[in-house]
């Protein structure tokens, strides 16, 4: 399981070049034929693609998490459709893969910033360039649009977590992996430190967690209602959050997510919760790892669209109703919309509604009108 992963049609709604902010003064080298360009930059492998009728734009995509020793983002059928997407708008594209897999936040900020450089340098300065981007990309897409507002003219991160790392980690994720822990002892890892040993399985299957969740009905009924979860989706998602949570604490060197202080709500018997729940303190060095890359802070004064579907098992919405919050007190709230999309799953939103919310992102950037609140149809 992937975060980035979303299946795409073919076919995509087209719309006048007008929408497209005006040519600036520098000179893109002449296109004879469509461009399709793919290598490496400092070990990262990226595509581009630039159609033939090219309106002078670039998207730049960031993708999802991907497991280690699992398929690159390049090869996959997201990274075609996507493409087809923005280049049947007349948009050039270009991904970068990033030089390592797992949650590489900081790998790919650096790596997609150093993609987009590369572009300019090759091709020219695009007219105006967007990024995009999905799942832990959509985060990356916000980090690295902050630090190079100056290079974007908007941005569409679409159904990841938009606040900091440390606060969307150590909340519904953590505090689900350690009630899991509560209710159903022994079955993620039995080693004695826990979820902070890095030499414990690096995954968990999800039918050990299905067995797990059918031998404790009571417990079943008590983690549901806590994170208003559906139990067909428990078995996916906590051996993800599981496999995620083991990656980062091998790369960081320790457990970068902290609950030695945290007072827990929302159970039955909050008490007896707070009692029994395993207690963490996250190494100070594995904790800075994790929040020195990618803390947006809403800082932001172009425009930035983000979608999400309504049911999302991965990503709450408390992480973009939060962006929302951060964007307003620094004065920027108008310069954020998030729209939903009715649909089930992660980034499950479909062709057509990421089509219209980036032409309704262009809209915005070329007229300075605001789209309006509300859903995007899928």
């Known amino acids: 399981m992937t975060l980035h992963r979303l299946t795409l049609i073919a076919g995509v709604l087209l719309l006048p070049v007008a929408l497209h902010a005006q040519p600036s003064a520098t000179q893109r080298a002449p296109l004879p034929a469509a461009v399709a360009d793919s290598g ?19 998207v730049v995509f960031t993708h999802g998490y991907e497991m280690k020793g699992g398929p690159h983002f390049s090869k996959s059928a997201n990274n075609g459709s996507l493409r087809q997407l923005f280049t049947a708008r007349g948009f050039a594209y270009a991904a970068s893969d990033y030089r390592a897999q797992g949650w590489a936040v900081g790998e790919g900020i650096d790596d997609t910033e150093a993609l987009r450089q590369y572009f300019v340098k090759t091709y020219g300065r695009p007219d105006s360039t967007y990024i995009a981007g999905q799942s832990m990309g959509g985060h990356i ?11 974007y003219v908007g941005a569409l991160p679409m159904c990841g977590p938009l606040t900091p790392a440390t606060a969307f980690f150590n909340e519904g994720f953590f505090e689900g992996l350690v009630a899991f822990e509560y209710f159903f002892p022994n079955v993620l890892t039995k080693t004695p430190l826990g979820l902070a040993d890095p030499a414990a399985p690096p995954f968990v299957a999800a039918p050990v967690i299905t067995a797990a969740l059918q031998a404790n009905p009571a417990g079943t009924a008590a983690f549901v209602k806590r994170f208003n979860a ?3 989706d428990l078995p996916g998602v906590m051996a993800f959050y599981y496999v995620m949570l083991h990656e980062m604490v091998q790369r960081a060197g320790g457990l970068p ?3 030695s202080g945290t007072v827990y709500r929302g159970y039955d018997d909050d008490a007896a919760f707070n009692r029994g729940v395993r207690r963490y ?12 890359r990618a803390a947006p802070t809403g800082r932001i004064s172009k425009p930035v669209l983000t979608i999400t579907t309504t049911h999302d098992p991965i ?7 939060r962006y929302a919050a951060m964007t307003a007190l ?8 998030a729209k939903f999309v009715v649909a089930d799953g992660h980034c499950a939103m479909g062709p057509t509604a990421i089509g219209t919310a980036f032409d309704e992102l262009r809209h915005w950037v070329a007229t300075g009108q605001r789209p309006a609140a509300g859903e995007i149809a899928r």
Request: charged share 20%.
């Open 330 to 337: 620094q004065g920027n709230g108008d310069k954020f919309l």
């Open 40 to 58: 490496a930059i400092d070990g990262a492998p990226y595509t581009i693609a630039i159609p033939k009728d090219w309106n002078g734009g670039l």
């Open 281 to 292: 303190t996250a190494a100070p060095a594995a904790a800075a790892w994790l929040r020195e």
């Open 257 to 259: 997510l902290d609950n």
């Open 230 to 232: 559906r139990p067909a």
């Open 315 to 321: 990503v709450e919405p408390v992480n973009i109703n």
């Open 141 to 151: 897409a916000i980090a690295a649009f902050e630090a190079h507002q100056a290079d």
